[in-house]
């Protein structure tokens, strides 16, 4: 998410708290309903602090804890529970304007200036506090990320890269700078002359080489990959502050959908266990009779613990490979066996919903999906801000940005698939001039002996 929302989010929370207050001090004195207190913006800032510093570079505090909070101060505020149960951030946001337009003033929201600017300022400087904790930790990788361009359109950005050798390698996003007619990266002030050497079409990642001599290189981090919820920062090139602060969404996994297997459903955890939310029309599940509300209780003889789990058990089968489900349809217990589907078939490739909608004031890039290998993050970047590292709390390079896939997703090739594909590359064979062999000129026909 990013800052501006944050701050509207939570100056609109404030506004809606006191409007609340003042319209319960000036009611009738009965006692009220015995309910949760709901925290004020200043106990959510308080709160946001406490688990920064406590959380040892993992925040359990993201969008979903705005979107609780917001839909109990509108309830409050007499909107319908029912209007509010599928209303994300932007639309919480709107019926706050409505409810409350004061809450936008000064924001660039449409209203006029003038309100609440200490509330404003705390969070200017709390967001800052945030920064400058993630900032020593991209210090290092700064100085080797870079920009790139097209000499032809030197006014538009293409996209980040990343030093990777010394000797002038670099490691970018090869669907940004693909149709670029005179490949560019500023080194040390100058820009230089580009050229891609190698793809990597699974990844959408491209090796590129400059004549550049002693270029700063990242590190390849061979920790394990950081847990849910680990602090990240997204590196920006030297002297800048981090393009983006935010937390790992989703582990390492397979993106890819063509021969992938696929089931269909949509699923919700509780107490109970895992509850089909939703059929997916044409999928294998509604082809086999599943039902929503049916509880998932065993695939292939093996409980699935969480919605995770079970979605990792059918994604590592193939398209056509058979699974055998137990399941609970309110009182009795059925078994299925079901051939999986093809995921591509079924749903594209493609990311789902407009992508007006899906943006929400980003860029998305060219592709953003069917990754082999990719963390999903919550970093806020520009398509353009491709290419470039990804570090953790303590500097240590966990991936690369390879995608702005979504309103709040944000695709990271791992550290470890990336050093596995750089193994595979002989650079000095790369190295090698291609220079054409020499032609060998043809010698006359000797004369005829008549």
Same mark, same amino acid.
């Given at each position: 998410?990013?800052? @501006?929302?944050? %701050? $509207?989010?939570?100056?609109?929370?404030?506004?809606?708290?006191?409007?609340i207050?003042?319209?319960?001090?000036?009611?009738?004195?009965?006692?009220?309903? !015995?309910?949760p207190?709901t925290?004020?913006?200043?106990?959510?800032?308080?709160e946001?602090r406490?688990?920064?510093e406590?959380?040892n570079?993992?925040?359990?505090?993201?969008?979903?804890?705005?979107?609780?909070?917001f839909?109990?101060?509108?309830?409050?505020?007499? +909107?319908?529970?029912?209007?509010l149960?599928?209303?994300g951030?932007p639309?919480?946001?709107?019926?706050?304007?409505?409810?409350?337009?004061?809450?936008?003033?000064?924001?660039?929201f449409?209203?006029?200036p003038?309100?609440?600017?200490?509330?404003? @300022?705390k969070?200017?400087?709390?967001?800052?506090?945030?920064?400058?904790?993630? @900032?020593?930790?991209?210090?290092? !990788?700064?100085t080797?990320?870079? %920009?790139l361009?097209?000499?032809? #359109?030197?006014?538009?950005?293409?996209?980040?890269?990343?030093?990777?050798?010394? /000797?002038?390698?670099?490691?970018?996003?090869?669907?940004? *700078?693909?149709?670029?007619?005179?490949?560019?990266?500023?080194i040390k002030?100058?820009?230089i002359?580009?050229?891609?050497v190698?793809?990597?079409?699974?990844?959408?990642?491209?090796?590129l080489?400059?004549?550049?001599?002693?270029?700063?290189?990242v #590190?390849?981090?061979?920790?394990?990959?950081?847990?849910?919820?680990?602090?990240?920062?997204?590196?920006?090139? $030297?002297?800048?502050?981090?393009?983006?602060?935010?937390? *790992?969404? *989703?582990?390492?996994?397979?993106?890819?959908?063509?021969?992938?297997?696929f089931?269909g459903?949509?699923?919700?955890? =509780?107490?109970?266990?895992?509850?089909?939310?939703e059929?997916v029309?044409?999928?294998p599940?509604?082809?086999s009779?599943l039902q #929503?509300? /049916?509880?998932?209780?065993e695939?292939?003889?093996?409980?699935?613990?969480? *919605?995770?789990?079970?979605t @990792?058990?059918?994604?590592d089968?193939?398209?056509? =490979? #058979?699974?055998?489900?137990k399941v609970?349809?309110?009182?009795?217990?059925?078994?299925?066996? %079901?051939?999986?589907?093809?995921?591509?078939?079924i749903?594209?490739?493609?990311?789902t919903?407009?992508?007006?909608?899906?943006s929400?004031?980003?860029t998305?890039s060219?592709r953003?999906?069917?990754?082999?290998?990719?963390?999903?993050?919550?970093?806020?970047l520009? $398509?353009?801000?491709?290419?470039?590292?990804?570090?953790?709390?303590?500097?240590?390079?966990?991936?690369l940005?390879? $995608?702005?896939?979504?309103r709040?997703?944000t695709? +990271?090739?791992?550290?470890?698939?990336?050093?596995?594909?750089?193994?595979?590359v /002989?650079?000095s064979?790369k190295?090698?001039p291609?220079?054409?062999?020499p032609?060998?000129?043809?010698? !006359? !026909?000797?004369?005829?002996?008549?």
């Amino acid at each position: 998410m990013t800052r @501006k929302l944050i %701050i $509207a989010a939570l100056l609109a929370a404030s506004a809606l708290n006191g409007a609340i207050k003042k319209a319960e001090d000036s009611g009738p004195k009965t006692p009220p309903a !015995a309910k949760p207190p709901t925290p004020d913006s200043d106990g959510m800032l308080n709160e946001l602090r406490k688990r920064a510093e406590r959380g040892n570079g993992k925040l359990k505090f993201d969008e979903d804890d705005l979107i609780e909070f917001f839909r109990g101060l509108l309830e409050r505020q007499g +909107v319908p529970a029912e209007q509010l149960k599928k209303a994300g951030l932007p639309e919480l946001l709107r019926l706050m304007r409505d409810k409350n337009p004061d809450a936008f003033k000064g924001l660039g929201f449409g209203a006029e200036p003038g309100f609440a600017k200490g509330t404003e @300022k705390k969070l200017e400087e709390h967001y800052g506090q945030l920064l400058e904790g993630h @900032k020593p930790g991209t210090l290092t !990788a700064a100085t080797a990320t870079f %920009i790139l361009r097209d000499a032809k #359109k030197p006014a538009d950005p293409l996209a980040f890269a990343t030093g990777v050798r010394s /000797d002038g390698w670099l490691l970018t996003k090869a669907s940004e *700078v693909a149709g670029a007619g005179e490949l560019q990266c500023e080194i040390k002030g100058a820009w230089i002359a580009a050229k891609v050497v190698q793809m990597w079409k699974e990844h959408d990642l491209a090796l590129l080489k400059t004549d550049t001599k002693e270029m700063p290189a990242v #590190k390849w981090s061979e920790r394990s990959a950081p847990e849910v919820g680990s602090f990240i920062s997204a590196v920006a090139p $030297a002297g800048r502050d981090p393009v983006a602060i935010g937390i *790992v969404s *989703v582990l390492a996994r397979n993106e890819q959908t063509n021969g992938r297997g696929f089931l269909g459903v949509q699923l919700e955890s =509780d107490e109970r266990g895992l509850k089909i939310r939703e059929i997916v029309p044409n999928g294998p599940a509604k082809a086999s009779g599943l039902q #929503k509300e /049916d509880r998932i209780l065993e695939m292939d003889g093996k409980k699935p613990e969480s *919605v995770y789990m079970f979605t @990792k058990m059918v994604s590592d089968r193939k398209t056509g =490979d #058979k699974v055998r489900l137990k399941v609970q349809r309110g009182e009795a217990i059925v078994e299925k066996e %079901i051939a999986l589907g093809d995921r591509g078939a079924i749903l594209g490739t493609g990311r789902t919903g407009p992508d007006k909608m899906n943006s929400m004031g980003s860029t998305l890039s060219k592709r953003r999906t069917d990754f082999s290998s990719v963390m999903q993050t919550d970093l806020p970047l520009q $398509a353009t801000q491709c290419g470039g590292p990804v570090t953790d709390l303590d500097g240590n390079v966990i991936g690369l940005v390879i $995608a702005r896939s979504g309103r709040v997703e944000t695709m +990271v090739l791992p550290s470890g698939t990336i050093r596995q594909l750089l193994g595979t590359v /002989d650079f000095s064979e790369k190295e090698k001039p291609t220079t054409p062999k020499p032609e060998i000129p043809k010698l !006359a !026909a000797p004369p005829t002996v008549k």
